[in-house]
């Protein structure tokens, strides 16, 4: 692992300058942090953005509108080198939530003028001093339901302003020893590998103990919550989740990295599969609708014990013919 010190220093400068910037500033700040021809991936309706100006007048300024006063409260920092690409490129991640005070619609939500948490996790790949890639992933369906919305049934696991590591460790400003990178790296591969097809042939709960700790927390996306212990887990989503799919497709990434304690990754999409009834209510579709996904992890010795999920379920959903922005636009919140 090469020290990625410099990159994070990029993207801590630019994290400041953002969030102090007037409004009408936002373009010429993100054009100068990023490289030509910058590239931002973003969930739906954003999707593929391209250059500084397109990424403000669409993201950034009508969002830092909404959430007035709008703070970025980060529970994780970190970087390194992307296993993907042999080790070439450094990514610096980032993670929690961009709070403020929601008074004016954004993409059709009502506000409230209250505070509102906007989950976000961002990955951004640094070269030759500029961000020259982003993949942003952000809850809007949580945001929904903070706003009185109900967008999906009832969710089997549990609704939560989603808090960041329970060690508190998870800002690594500071370099952090090579070794505990690889070791969570390694950790993060073999519950991947584990998982795979869904078809390692042992009982569920037997499989997850290869890899995560028996009081791991999932922290998933609204529409179907975090949840606590493997036996949770395991009832609450993931035994719910592989019974309700077929024909998932092999798991591809754009990135993935550790650094300390702390990994993840992210897939544009990382896999596609076929709903068959029942995941969050949803009737069977017989439609392969794409996954893009977001993973944050911490071990704790030698295997995982927390995971921040981010999921583009608007993005799935759009795919099988459900549109829920529009079913939740324009409805006053309770």
């Known amino acids: 692992m090469v020290n990625s010190q410099s990159e994070k220093q990029c993207v801590i400068d ?15 700040v993100i054009e100068a942090a990023t490289a030509s021809g910058y590239l931002w991936r973003g969930y739906h309706p954003f999707h593929e953005l391209t250059g500084a100006q397109e990424v403000a007048e669409s993201f950034w300024q009508p969002l830092r509108l909404a959430l007035t006063g709008m703070q970025r409260r980060m529970d994780i920092f970190m970087a390194g080198r992307n296993e993907i690409d ?19 619609p954004w993409l059709g939500i009502a506000p409230t003028g209250k505070m509102a948490f906007l989950r976000y996790c961002e990955f951004n790949r640094v070269e030759n001093g500029k961000i020259a890639e982003t993949a942003m992933f952000f809850d809007i369906p949580h945001l929904m339901m903070q706003a009185g919305l109900q967008p999906f049934a009832p969710q089997t696991a549990a609704h939560l302003v989603q808090p960041g590591p329970m060690t508190h460790t998870g800002l690594m400003f500071d370099a952090q020893p090579p070794e505990e990178g690889e070791a969570t790296l390694a950790a993060i591969n073999a519950m991947t590998a584990d998982l795979g097809q869904w078809q390692l042939g042992l009982p569920l709960e037997e499989e997850l103990a290869r890899t995560w700790n028996d009081d791991m927390i999932w922290w998933g996306p609204a529409g179907i919550g975090a949840t606590y212990t493997i036996e949770r887990y395991a009832r609450q989503h993931s035994g719910p989740f592989r019974a309700s799919f077929t024909e998932r497709s092999a798991t591809t990434h754009v990135a993935r990295l ?14 596609t599969a076929v709903p068959t009834g029942g995941f969050m209510g949803m009737p069977a579709t017989q439609k392969p609708g794409e996954f893009r996904v977001i993973d944050i992890y911490r071990r704790d010795g030698t295997k995982l014990a927390e995971n921040w999920v981010f999921i583009d379920l608007l993005h799935f959903w759009n795919q099988q013919g459900v549109d829920i922005l529009a079913r939740m636009r324009d409805v006053p919140c309770t």
């Open 86 to 104: 042999g080790f070439r490129s450094v990514w610096v991640v980032s993670m929690g939530h961009l709070m403020g005070l929601f008074d004016t």
């Open 14 to 28: 630019y994290y400041t300058r953002l969030d102090r910037a007037d409004l009408g500033d936002t373009p010429q």
């Open 258 to 271: 550790a650094e300390g304690h702390y990994g993840g990754f992210f897939g544009w999409p990382n896999f």
